[in-house]
């Protein structure tokens, strides 16, 4: 098995170096050319190779990131895609209705039955 946590905190807050650099289990820092870097969880599904963000370098440190990738590891050994499971999720949430939503539909709806505009003022959250 491939030895898990290769990089060190220090190492990881400082190099600047372009490339990919390996904590093993799959998780890498990306370091681009301006000196941006980000965490990537690499897998390959049916012969080709996937690749999920988990974020900046300045967001997330190295013990949040390699939870984040153990999680991704974990949903993988089940059988589960992360990208999928992440996009189901996004698919999901936004499908939700928020109660501002629930509310703008119940004043428009009890509109007609204001009998001057000062009502609606007085109802309407915004005004």
């Known amino acids: 098995m491939a030895k898990l946590h ?3 905190a220090r190492f990881c807050a400082t190099v600047a170096e372009p490339g990919r650099h390996a904590d093993g289990g799959n998780l890498y820092l990306r370091v ?3 000196g ?8 390959m599904r049916n012969g ?8 900046s370098r300045d967001l997330v440190s190295l013990a949040q990131a390699r939870e984040l990738a153990g999680h ?4 993988l ?3 589960i895609d992360p ?6 999720e996004r698919r999901a949430n ?4 928020t109660f501002g939503e629930s509310a703008d539909a119940l004043l428009a709806s009890k509109e007609s039955g204001w009998r001057n505009e000062k009502a609606q003022g007085a109802m309407a959250h915004d005004a």
Do not use: I
Request: no cysteine; charged share 30%; glycine share 8%.
């Open 6 to 8: 290769l990089l060190s």
């Open 72 to 75: 991704m590891r974990e949903s």
């Open 48 to 55: 080709r190779q996937r690749e999920a963000g988990l974020g």
């Open 83 to 88: 990208l999928d499971a992440r996009a189901a």
């Open 32 to 34: 681009d050319a301006s």
């Open 94 to 97: 936004a499908a939700r209705v």
């Open 36 to 43: 941006a870097a980000r965490w990537t969880f690499m897998w």
């Open 77 to 79: 050994s089940k059988g």
